[in-house]
């Protein structure tokens, strides 16, 4: 079975600052990963996903993560943050040919500080 | 297109009474997910379909909860009698194939 293990509950950082949001997973096949953002009192929106080929993939918004198979982690990075990244962040795994389900991790605030 | 589209968007309501939620997908997706988010156990997933079909329910927590999708344009999910430790919000998310999953705003419930 799968699980993901998003290894710090709360970042808080000051604008401008870089971040980093860890991400580990545990398969014994092959997955795709996500990462959504949630921003209070709405849903989760996808952020950026592998599902194959390059193993770093970028969002529109300035985020990237990259896909690192021998350590198994999936970590979420921004070189410049904006007070306006002030979220809620979950990376997720799915395996494939099972119709899609996704396992989440338990989630990191980013606060953002001025 | 419109996304995910919840109703209602709050509910409260008393212990021991039906609640129903209700959920329109994209459309044509052909997946069906209902999660439930609380500041205890994080985001968990109920149920999903596939084709209207209930592919796992494993984490339906008790007989109360049921859930239903009756064609590919609509899906509900029961809870009777309700408590208050079923108070969350519970998001519907649609998908296509492995896509990624697209998730409504949310229907925050409070049972008192």
């Known amino acids: 079975a799968q699980s993901v293990t998003q290894l710090d509950s709360q970042v808080p950082v000051f604008e401008e600052a870089p971040v980093e949001l860890r991400c580990n997973y545990s398969?014994?096949?092959?997955?795709?990963l996500f990462w959504y953002v949630q921003y209070p009192n709405q849903g989760l929106q996808l952020l950026l996903k592998?599902?194959?080929?390059?193993?770093l993939v970028e969002s529109i918004n300035g985020f990237e993560a990259e896909f690192n198979k021998s350590q198994t982690s999936f970590h979420l990075r921004k070189p410049s943050v904006h007070i306006s990244d002030t979220a809620e962040y979950f990376c997720a795994v799915s395996r494939y040919n099972q119709g899609g389900k996704l396992i989440f991790g338990q989630g990191t605030e980013l606060s953002v500080k001025p | 297109d419109a996304g995910v589209i919840q109703s209602p968007r709050h509910e409260v309501t008393e212990m021991g009474q039906e609640v129903t939620l209700r959920c329109k997908p994209i459309?044509?997706?052909?997946?069906l997910f209902w999660y439930r988010q609380t500041m205890m156990r994080g985001l968990e997933l109920l149920i999903y379909f596939n084709n209207n079909v209930p592919i796992d329910d494993s984490g339906m927590p008790e007989d109360r909860f049921s859930a239903k999708m009756p064609n590919a344009s609509f899906s509900t999910l029961k809870i009777q009698p309700s408590e208050p430790r079923d108070s969350a919000v519970y998001f519907c998310?649609?998908?296509?194939?492995?896509?990624?999953?697209?998730f409504g705003p949310g229907t925050r419930l409070t049972v008192t």
């Open positions: 459309s044509g997706h052909n997946s």
């Open positions: 998310a649609s998908s296509s194939l492995q896509e990624e999953q697209y």
């Open positions: 398969s014994s096949v092959s997955v795709y």
């Open positions: 592998y599902l194959s080929g390059s193993t």
